[in-house]
């Protein structure tokens, strides 16, 4: 079968243009390699051949196929060889002036319906395409390192892209297995825009003492599945690369405080201490390996109050089942006696305001997140007011540790960890669609291929209940005041009527 490109070029032999090299000539391309750098594009070429010698030994490539691979993987000792080629994916320097050259020049040698496509993360593609005469040929193809293990590429249409050039870089992607998304030209495309959540807002719980960096982690794994913590995932990005991400999104969002960026990894960055690459990050790293503070334990010797649980708690009746599990002296009077721990369960308030507002002695009393069903989740967490007495946090503690779950205890905040981060991932992942920039069903391709998330964000929303989502919200901005936690309208609307955050409107 004649693949959908019969001669390919690629324009940059880095790390990005090797992998959608290896791509293209595995989809049965013939693969043409230009560089501007003496001997890069040989040692992409003898880069490949490894790569493909490899997957011979691993018996994931047959040998008569890899050497019909080396075969097709040429050299172009210049722009005038590319002449032939039907698709030039340019994986250059990310400098618009530059790309913009490369592309004004290719536009005189390739044939009239040869397709031009950017591997770029961060310029804009109708930017790169305002320097050519034919911008409707020209579109993006954002790939992710490493390219041949990052199954997805988004497909971005400029302002002037036609169509049918998005769906033969659609088409050509699903011949060498990856999964095309279509995304709009914004900054940030979509990974890059649905991943300010995660590490932004842990930063900001960080930034506000609520919890140490490690902590913050063990959180978001235990609770809400993230394979990596989002301090150990920027220690893996490094902050070289990740904090400039954060600024540049921001700053073409005309600074919207959704994407608000951090002093914290500003600092680090000026300060040399990006990540696993230098062996400091958030982490210190020896042979490779984190060294995790140790957890804090389980307080020996706790006392154990009876406990009595605020009739405004959020899961009172899953609640009370725990209590009881654990073996707890449940109070069900309408206040507590003088001597109860007092449990509140709040969605986005602070553990402070509820007290406040529910007249309880807030020296007694202890937040847990209920975000998600207990069972669901694998560590509890518990969080103070600034009153709450040693005695009354060490017995929370204690009581919910009784059965062995993981139990960490943070400093109140409006949504304690997972609440805050995981609304904040909603309503970006809202605004989104809200924005048209892809279909709700992309979106969630993107962010589980793309990110690693445990789920799409859509699927997060729907799982603690959009409506749960819009309340964190609505009480994050009372808590905090910030716009930055103002709902979407697409999240608004859904969640006040009770649909799925997947619901596109007829
Ligand atoms: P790299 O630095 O590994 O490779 C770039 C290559 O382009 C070098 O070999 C360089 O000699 C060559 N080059 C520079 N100017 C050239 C020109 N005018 N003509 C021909 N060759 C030229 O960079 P990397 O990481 O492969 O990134 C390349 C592009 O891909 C950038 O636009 C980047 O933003 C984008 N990108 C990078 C990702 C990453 O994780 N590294 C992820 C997604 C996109």
């Not at 960055?269 to 957890?295: I, M, N, Q, S, W």
């Not at 779950?405 to 400093?411: E, L, T």
Request: net charge neutral; glycine share 10%; proline share 6%.
């Amino acid at each position: 079968m004649q693949p959908i490109f019969g001669n390919v070029a690629v324009v940059g032999t880095g790390a990005m243009g090797r992998g959608i090299a290896q791509m293209a000539t595995q989809a049965g391309a013939t693969v043409w390699l230009l560089d501007t750098q003496p001997g890069a594009a040989e040692a992409a070429r003898t880069a490949l051949e490894g790569t493909w010698n490899a997957l011979v030994a691993k018996q994931r490539l047959t040998p008569e196929a890899a050497a019909d691979c080396c075969a097709r993987l040429r050299i172009a000792t210049g722009m005038a060889d590319l002449s032939v080629c039907d698709l030039v994916v340019e994986a250059i320097v990310e400098r618009l002036d530059v790309k913009q050259k490369v592309f004004a020049e290719l536009e005189g040698i390739v044939g009239p319906d040869a397709v031009l496509a950017t591997n770029t993360s961060s310029l804009s593609v109708t930017a790169i395409a305002a320097a050519l005469k034919r911008p409707q040929r020209f579109a993006g193809w954002h790939f992710f390192n490493p390219v041949p293990l990052m199954k997805v590429v988004e497909v971005i249409a400029g302002l002037k892209t036609d169509a049918a050039v998005c769906q033969r870089l659609d088409a050509f992607a699903r011949a060498f297995g990856h999964t095309p998304v279509m995304a709009q030209d914004t900054p940030g495309f979509i990974v890059n825009h649905a991943g300010r959540g995660y590490g932004t807002e842990a930063l900001r719980i960080v930034g506000e003492s609520v919890a140490d960096f490690a902590t913050i982690d063990r959180i978001l794994k235990d609770q809400l599945g993230f394979r990596l913590g989002p301090f150990e995932l920027m220690d893996l990005t490094a902050l070289d690369v990740s904090h400039p991400v954060m600024e540049s999104i921001y700053h073409q969002y005309y600074e919207e405080p959704r994407y608000r960026p951090s002093v914290i990894t500003a600092q680090r960055l000026a300060g040399g201490v990006v990540g696993k690459k230098v062996g400091e990050g958030f982490y210190r790293y020896t042979d490779g390996k984190a060294e995790v503070p140790a957890e804090p334990p389980v307080p020996g010797g706790a006392g154990r109050p009876p406990v009595w649980v605020s009739p405004k708690a959020a899961r009172r009746a899953e609640l009370y089942q725990l209590l009881k599990d654990l073996g707890a002296v449940i109070e069900t009077g309408a206040a507590p006696s003088a001597d109860a721990l007092i449990l509140v369960a709040p969605l986005g308030l602070d553990v402070t305001t509820l007290a406040a507002v529910e007249r309880l002695d807030a020296t007694r009393t202890v937040g847990i997140d209920l975000m998600l069903e207990d069972a669901a989740v694998k560590r509890r967490v518990l969080a103070t007011n600034p009153a709450t007495r040693p005695d009354m946090r060490d017995a929370a503690h204690a009581l919910f540790a009784r059965d062995g779950k993981a139990v960490s205890v943070v400093r109140d905040s409006g949504g304690f960890v997972s609440q805050r981060v995981a609304a904040t991932i909603v309503n970006i992942a809202a605004d989104i669609c809200q924005q048209g920039i892809c279909t709700p069903a992309d979106l969630e391709l993107a962010v589980t291929l793309g990110l690693g998330y445990p789920m799409g964000p859509l699927a997060l929303g729907d799982r603690i209940g959009p409506t749960n989502v819009l309340e964190i919200l609505f009480n994050l901005q009372t808590v905090y005041g910030d716009p930055r936690y103002r709902p979407s309208p697409w999240l608004r609307r859904r969640g006040a009527l009770g649909l799925s955050l997947k619901h596109e409107e007829a």
